[in-house]
């Protein structure tokens, strides 16, 4: 199949590259249109308890708007001084009038010091608006033109203002990555081909690919909500990949062009390396599909645009490129680089040396190398998870800093809460029998161990849980709109709401503890009341909890999907479940070096960073998804080279070290582009990209090297001729489907 594409394209090649830059100029127009749907959101479980709280909250409290804060400063006057208070009103007055604007709370309307800050510098006012949490950017865009303060400092605070943060620091980290990177990366092709021109063209597929790819996004976004991270992802993952195929591809089309003509070095190349870039992309976009068993949105988007730019990137791979370079033929060398002697793939001494020095003693090299991979994914074990919320974004990120201000110069209350709602078994929850269950829980609740204090309706009464309907109606009914308002956020007759404050930060282990004893309270300690848990701490809990139990699925997909098509491409029953083993390996001690970093905080200080304690459930999952895949592709290429050496004397020992040997510097230089363009994630802003792509660089590093060059040779080795057995039905499955054929030495018109 893969033989006669080659020759088909080698005839064709004109039409055969027209064709596919009709597909890029179709898909570049629609990039525009779709980037503006992007959002940062959609990190939840739709479905889970929490995620309902926040719904109820919005449709019975009131609470489903947008909240902002702006924080008011200056270095001569106090918060206090009627100057700074009469600025302050001047600059909030524009917003009064907007039709979405609820209120608009502060020191001058409540007198409270809640809003003046320990230094009396400071003060900030609340901003509740109708709009949906999510949905507020251009507004926040119209408020941010309108308050306007001579002499006062302001900055704006709020979710909505950290989800244009994430965004915009999203777009600004895409820009750096690709200004390391792409520099880097010719550099080292330019070092591994030792001419320009073949070394310019793995970017210009990935040049073609990405766009195409991003094309296939906007119009995804169009139908779906998208994670804005879908960008960096699609970027990144789409140049690394599309540089990696055409590398192998590029590489093998040198070698056999040094030893016969055009078209059949094609056909070769197309049947030997382009079978197998095109086994490795279904593999990495089925570890990329995976993402679409989780129910985050986030991560569904993550994997289908993830394999969107996945499979353009082997689209053009197996077409524009094989069709460049029929056109090109021998000039695939000019412009060489003095002194960089192209090399075509000839055996390479190192290589065979290492393979054969770990056949050799293959229990000695497997054993401890072995063990130092499990070691090394031992912190792993202690990972603690937590949601991404504003101390993931940069320090100086102006809503990071509102954020820290607040928490740390004023009497702020939690902004990340547990949230308790209760619904009465039957009546109204003003019912007085209701009211009497709702003192009782929040007695209970306030009992718990690690409760810190608990907001509840009785808060407004002088006579706190003793209070009956009448104080409380008297409290609903008050005459000032604010002390209303709070009280129908707290109470009403649908429900009632209890804010508790723990005394452990929301994303430790602690907090989650406090959120399961809460759901495990029963009928007798509610008095009968229905009992939803949400908030902060039971997002993160829920999101892991969503996870972990979705992971044996995601998993046990991977590896069957994987070991299915490992078995079509090699004609083995042992080398795929080796294969699966040998990306385990490497991707769960990438896990431990994830925690050791950025949860611990080693290298913090060289990389930049300030930890944040806890690691982002989806940065795992993602990188295990993205990485089994790409972890094959070194296999793929490596195992097809070395059965084709096994097919020509059934001799494991040579067939191995020939194999490594062959693809040991490819291998090589294709694993420093991957690190070169995930590590560039390095100079990232956000925490949660930079982790994923340094944790990704270090797998890659760690699989080729530790992984191919050690293990493979050694259990290959200790299996000896078991690598290779088949049963006969594998054997004429694989000649049904076209993919058994060996690299033959063809002549052109046997093939047509």
């Not at 926040?54 to 009627?82: C, K, M, Y």
């Not at 979705?550 to 029953?573: D, E, M, N, W």
């Not at 993602?622 to 790409?630: A, E, P, Y």
């Amino acid at each position: 199949m893969f033989l006669r594409w080659g020759y088909f394209v080698a005839r064709h090649r004109v039409a055969v590259m027209l064709l596919s830059l009709v597909l890029l100029l179709l898909m570049v127009p629609l990039i525009p249109s779709g980037l503006d749907r992007l959002s940062a959101e959609g990190w939840e479980d739709p479905a889970a308890e929490s995620s309902v709280v926040a719904r109820n909250l919005g449709d019975h409290f009131g609470e489903g708007g947008s909240v902002f804060w702006i924080i008011f400063s200056s270095d001569t006057l106090q918060a206090t001084d009627p100057a700074f208070q009469a600025e302050v009103q001047q600059a909030i007055a524009p917003l009064a009038d907007r039709p979405e604007i609820i209120s608009i709370v502060g020191y001058a309307n409540t007198g409270s010091e809640q809003f003046i800050s320990a230094d009396g510098r400071k003060t900030y006012v609340l901003i509740n608006s109708s709009t949906r949490q999510g949905n507020a950017g251009e507004d926040l865009e119209e408020y941010r033109r309108l308050v306007q303060t001579p002499t006062l400092d302001h900055i704006w605070g709020g979710w909505d203002a950290a989800y244009q943060s994430f965004t915009t620091q999203a777009q600004n980290d895409l820009r750096r990555q690709e200004i390391v990177s792409l520099p880097i990366t010719l550099v080292v092709l330019v070092l591994v081909f030792g001419s320009l021109v073949a070394a310019g063209l793995p970017l210009l597929v990935g040049i073609l690919s990405i766009p195409a790819a991003l094309g296939a996004i906007s119009v995804m976004a169009h139908l779906t909500e998208t994670s804005v991270y879908v960008l960096n992802i699609a970027t990144i993952l789409g140049l690394a990949v599309s540089i990696d195929y055409s590398l192998f591809i590029v590489s093998r089309f040198r070698e056999e062009l040094s030893r016969r003509d055009t078209p059949d070095a094609l056909a070769i190349t197309l049947a030997s390396a382009g079978k197998a870039v095109f086994f490795s992309g279904m593999i990495v976009a089925v570890g990329l599909i995976a993402l679409t068993i989780f129910p985050m949105y986030a991560l569904r988007s993550l994997g289908i645009g993830g394999s969107l730019v996945v499979a353009l990137a082997v689209f053009y791979a197996l077409t524009f490129l094989p069709a460049l370079l029929s056109l090109l033929g021998p000039r695939i060398d000019r412009l060489a680089v003095r002194g960089m002697a192209a090399d075509h793939g000839q055996a390479e001494g190192l290589w065979g040396r290492l393979a054969g020095m770990v056949m050799r003693r293959p229990f000695m090299v497997l054993v401890p190398v072995l063990a130092v991979l499990i070691l090394a994914g031992v912190p792993f074990l202690n990972v603690n998870f937590g949601t991404p919320g504003m101390d993931t974004l940069p320090p100086d990120d102006e809503t990071r800093v509102a954020y820290d201000t607040l928490r740390t110069e004023f009497a702020f209350p939690e902004v990340s809460p547990i949230e308790v709602l209760l619904y009465p078994g039957s009546g109204q929850m003003t019912d007085p029998e209701n009211i009497a269950a709702l003192a009782q829980t929040v007695e209970r609740v306030a009992a718990l161990p690690g409760v810190e204090s608990v907001e509840s309706i009785f808060d407004l009464t002088p006579n706190g849980t003793a209070s009956g309907p009448e104080e409380l109606a008297a409290v609903l009914q008050s005459s000032d709109p604010a002390v209303a308002g709070r009280a129908y956020g707290l109470l009403n007759p649908t429900g009632a709401r209890l804010r508790v404050d723990a005394a452990a930060a929301p994303e430790s282990q602690e907090a989650k503890d406090l959120v399961y004893r809460l759901r495990d309270f029963g009928a007798s300690e509610t008095g009968g009341l229905e009992m939803l848990v949400g908030g902060a701490s039971a997002v993160n809990a829920d999101m892991v909890d969503s996870i972990v139990e979705r992971i044996p699925y995601a998993l046990g997909f991977i590896a069957v999907a994987t070991y299915v098509v490992l078995c079509l491409l090699l004609g083995s029953l042992f080398l795929p479940f080796k294969a699966i083993v040998m990306a385990a390996l490497s991707i769960t001690a990438s896990f431990g070096a994830l925690v050791w970093v950025f949860q611990d905080g080693h290298l913090s200080g060289l990389l930049g960073f300030e930890p944040t304690g806890y690691i982002v459930p989806m940065v795992p999952v993602m990188m295990f998804c993205i990485l089994f895949g790409l972890s094959m592709d070194y296999e793929v290429l490596m195992l097809s080279r070395m059965q084709e050496e096994y097919e020509k004397d059934r001799n494991n020992t040579r067939a191995v070290a020939v194999g490594l040997e062959r693809t040991g510097r490819v291998i090589t230089s294709a694993a420093i582009v991957m690190i070169t363009v995930f590590g560039a994630a390095v100079v990232d802003r956000l925490l949660i990209l930079q982790s994923l792509g340094v944790g990704m660089a270090l797998a890659i590093f760690i699989d080729a090297t530790i992984v191919r060059a050690l293990l493979v040779p050694a259990t290959m080795r200790v299996m000896g001729s078991i690598n290779w057995w088949a049963p006969s039905w594998l054997r004429r499955l694989q000649d049904r489907l076209g993919v058994g054929e060996a690299a033959p030495e063809p002549l052109e018109q046997a093939a047509r």
